[in-house]
């Protein structure tokens, strides 16, 4: 089912979500003091193009250079990319076939607005990449 969903997810809004984060991703990393911004930016592309079956969680690690961060990054890039989720989601819940897509990308909001400090992570592992390492 995960399969099925992603390829309408890519058909429908995933490409010219995950084409928004390419954008971002390449003025970031022109600008050489934003690359960071743009590494974050092409992982955020690469889960805007297939989202079904990961999640995002928050580093416990992160700390104040990513509030920094992020704080830019709304203010650069993020603000527009969220509306664009929004956006979509809003124009997906307008049929019920499209619901769990305008869902999921309501679920990529705080990842759009939020990169730094955030990992992208396969469903069936969420805790095990938020626990911090054992040593």
Request: hydrophobic share 55%; with cysteine; glycine share 10%.
């Amino acid at each position: 089912m995960k399969t099925i969903l992603n390829v309408i997810w890519l058909l429908l809004c995933g490409l010219w979500m995950a084409i928004g984060y390419v954008v971002a991703g390449i003025i970031c990393c022109i600008l050489v003091i934003t690359i960071p911004f743009g590494i974050a930016s092409f992982r955020m592309a690469n889960y805007a193009l297939w989202p079904f079956g990961r999640t995002v969680v928050r580093k416990p690690s992160a700390g104040t250079p990513s509030l920094i961060g992020n704080i830019i990054w709304i203010v650069v890039a993020g603000l527009w990319l969220a509306i664009g989720h929004i956006t979509t989601g809003l124009a997906m819940c307008l049929t019920i076939i499209g619901i769990p897509l305008g869902i999921a990308s309501f679920k990529m909001v705080p990842v759009s607005l939020l990169p730094l400090g955030a990992e992208i992570v396969p469903t069936d592992q969420p805790m095990a990449a938020a626990a911090p390492p054992r040593y």
